[in-house]
């Protein structure tokens, strides 16, 4: 059989050659959705600053859901200080440094502050032989600063300098300058301490030589059945960033998002490619069926050959994904989805696992694709394999126009739910409406083609008569094109506008709620000041000003019934908040958001009580004191600053919003303080320019549009160069090449305009709906050149394909070409 299966290979090499293109495409792809996701997994941060430490403690920082993967806490979760002289008595420990980490800055003799990060003078036991010129600090008003922060301020050794330290600005004598690699300003421990309310970011151990094992489990043993968490070996390089687990729990969600649109463009590209080069063969397969071959091994000759041509091809795509997913990785870094040292895991898995899944895809579709031949007595398939089966199947035809329906159900969500969640279902319902036409398309293309058959004018040319009969005689193959035309048509203008109207939707809703003329923030000193809202409320000229701050919390939400974890974006606000933002608040008042409060987007009984998870991890119940109908563009929650404080990095307050009758004149006074960046606006909006998610998705669609597209080039290649028997039959009964060139060109047009018009119609339904749930309008918010695009583009692809091999198989004579062809 493998013998017999290379030499039919041969005869079909266009057919083949479709299929191995599908196949390195798809090869690629996979492996990279899943070099990314076992990056999540498995990818750690280098060690750099715990390089010294041989143990390091630290606070969970990621929250398990029941049943579902970790999610990674973007705040840091602190342990208490008390812990660190606990842990100095476990035998074989030789130092024992609690570091602490906050937000400094000192101020130059100009008072332009110079960004550094705050740590305990213990710190510098884990840089590598710090050079230290002066003395530690010992008292509350003594710092030492490296010596790339002291040049900058232009400080050295024995100055005294102003510093913005945790919000705190103070005046400090500097006591040493210390070469260390990082920005830092080093205060007392007992002063550092105080910054972060007697709290550590971890706990970092120093072991006696060839001692890290055991210490490592005596501290186990002295912690008990707590679950903090003791870290050795490259497992410290996550502790370091409380952001590395956030980042890397992105990773599988995101590889999971990509993988099932982008399994089922491969399994369509796949399978189409096969089943041209299945057809092919028909009447190879019908003679072997004449000759004895047993339906088995029918199917197993069919699937053998793909699997020959589809093997290197495989190969050589796996290879491929790694390199995309190391360019995937780079636009994620750049976008700040993923801190710049988390590398990517390379392992051999995600290729084997590609390699794996691909072939099953290739023997099933394969085998599918012979099925029908394969079941034929041997005459039947004999006398059938010169012919298209005429009639498509009902039930297929059936359960085609079903799918159909339930995609204009789902599409229906986003009238009923406008939340993202909601948003997305229009993507969903456009592709599942183009496996509904994938099924029902070879009826649909038969139907079209009888009516347009039946309104030809009786004086018709000849090519234009030929080429309706073709599509009305084989609808069958010209159904197999037009679905993966409009599949390019309703996946691009789905995901697109999708993603365009979904942010239109949320711009709207952030501006609709910022009633500030003006922004403050404080970015150099990695928050606002604590005295910076009072200073600014006495301000002439300001009316009203309120801190604005946003964090993550992992709020409890319902999918298909079922209750959720997931990590959502929320704000903290104060009461004052009620007269800077328009929350659109439908009951409660957010005068009452202090203490224990939260007010929630959406219908909620108020004074109710809800459970969640704050950014540190920490679980809290808060009641409920008002909801408001702005939970597209704010958020599911919004958390009482009360609540939250404590409970974030930093701690402070990220910006304040201010209201105002003459805004010129209270941003010049404003600007007066170095410290302050005043901004126009509330600061919240995002229309300023394309959100990283939404550059995501383009990339992606980018990718897998391109994908599809070349699978449809393949397909319309292959097919048409199967045709040429058919084409030298015509040639030799009277038919010109230039006749059938019209002809064929007509057979484009009628296959471009029935996916054109297919795809526009499943499009236009979910997008329609879409635009009326986030808008209030029937028109998507997008590009105005992005329908003529796609429809240039589909045609292009379309004619060019079909043209290119129409030429090639014209230029033999007719007997060379039919003699080659059988």
Known sequence: MLRLALQTARRRVAALVAVACA???GAALVTGIGVIAESGLRSQMPVER???????????????????????????NRLPVELTERLAG?????????????????????????TASGHGWSATRLADEPGVTGQPPTRPDELAVDAGTAAAAGVQAGDRVNAVVAGRTAQFRVTAVVTSPEPGLYFADDTAIQFTERRVDFIAIQA??????????????????????????????DVESPGAAAAR??????????????????GFIVAGALSVSIAGQRRDLALLRAVGASPKQIRGLAAGQATLMAAPALVLGAGAGYLLADLFRGMLVGLGFLPAGL????????????????????????????WRTSRLPATEAVSESRVEPRTPSKTRTYAGVLLIVAANVIAVIPLVSQTSLGANTTAIAGILATVGLGLCGPAMVRWVSSVLAAKLPARVSAPTWLAVANTNGYAMRVAGAVTTLAMAVVFTLTYTLTQTTLITAIDRDVEATGKAELHVTAPATGGLPQDALDAITTTPGVKAAAPVSTTTVLWPGSVFGQIQVESSSALILTPAAANVLDLDVRSGDLNDLTG????????????????????????????????????????????????AIGHTTSGLDQRILIRTDDPGTVRASLASNPVLVVGEGSGLATGTGIPPELWINIVVLGVLLGYLLLGIANKLVASTAQRRAELANLRLIGATARQLRR????????????????????????IVLLSLGLLGQPWPAGPVWLLPLVMGVVVVIAFAAIELPTWQALRPPPVDARNHQS
């Open 208 to 237: 006696a030589p060839g001692r890290t094992d055991n210490v490592a489990t005596a501290v186990r043993e002295a912690l008990g059945d707590n679950d903090l968490v003791v870290s050795t070996g490259a497992d410290r390089g």
């Open 596 to 643: 224990a409060t939260v007010a929630v987007s959406g219908d909620a009984d108020l004074g109710s009580e809800v459970g969640f998870h704050l950014g540190d991890g920490t679980f809290v119940k808060a009641k409920v004191v008002a909801t408001y109908g702005r939970g597209l563009g704010i958020g599911e929650v919004v958390v009482s600053r009360d609540l």
């Open 90 to 114: 476990v035998p074989d420990v030789t130092a024992v440094i609690g570091d602490v980490s906050f937000p400094a800055a000192v101020l130059s003799a100009q008072g332009t502050p110079v």
């Open 50 to 76: 715990l390089a010294r430490a041989d143990v390091v403690v630290s606070a969970p920082q990621s929250h398990q859901p029941p049943e579902d993967l970790p999610i990674g806490l973007p705040e840091r």
């Open 343 to 370: 590398p990517l895991t390379v392992s051999p898995f995600p290729a084997v696992a590609a390699l794996l899944l691909l072939l099953l895809v290739v023997q099933a579709a394969a085998r599918g694709s012979a």
């Open 249 to 266: 729990s992105f990773l599988p969600a995101l590889a999971g998002s990509m993988a099932g649109v982008t399994l089922l463009i491969i």
């Open 23 to 25: 196949m390195f495409g």
């Open 743 to 766: 002809m064929m060109r007509r057979e484009a047009s009628v296959i471009c305009g029935i996916a054109l018009v297919t795809g526009l119609v499943l499009a236009a339904v979910p």
